[in-house]
């Protein structure tokens, strides 16, 4: 009786983990891959003082607080501002 009870707690164990792990493999899969460029960065940069910053921008490497979009347009559209001369 008590290895059919080990049993059974194993296998809901497993079912748990396996649950996890569909559950983390949906959401990566669900992640915009439009926020990165070609070569794995960020495309552009929303700062958290609202500025979006792309690879060109003085201050792009700077930016480490940020929310992450494909293109300028995409982050001017969610609020944000271009940078100032």
Do not use: W
């Given at each position: 009786?008590?290895?059919?009870?080990?049993?059974?707690?194993?296998?809901?164990?497993?079912?748990?983990?396996?649950?996890?792990?569909?559950?983390?493999?949906?959401?990566?899969?669900?992640?915009?891959?439009?926020?990165?460029?070609?070569?794995?960065?960020?495309?552009?940069?929303?700062?958290?003082?609202?500025?979006?910053?792309?690879?060109?921008?003085?201050?792009?490497?700077?930016?480490?607080?940020?929310?992450?979009?494909?293109?300028?347009?995409?982050?001017l559209?969610?609020?944000?501002?271009?940078?100032?001369?």
């Amino acid at each position: 009786m008590l290895s059919a009870n080990v049993r059974s707690i194993q296998t809901r164990l497993t079912s748990s983990k396996q649950i996890a792990s569909l559950l983390v493999a949906l959401s990566l899969a669900s992640m915009p891959l439009t926020s990165f460029s070609q070569d794995g960065g960020v495309a552009v940069k929303l700062s958290t003082s609202g500025i979006c910053h792309d690879a060109s921008s003085q201050h792009y490497e700077r930016v480490k607080n940020f929310k992450p979009y494909g293109s300028m347009q995409e982050c001017l559209d969610n609020g944000g501002r271009v940078p100032k001369k």
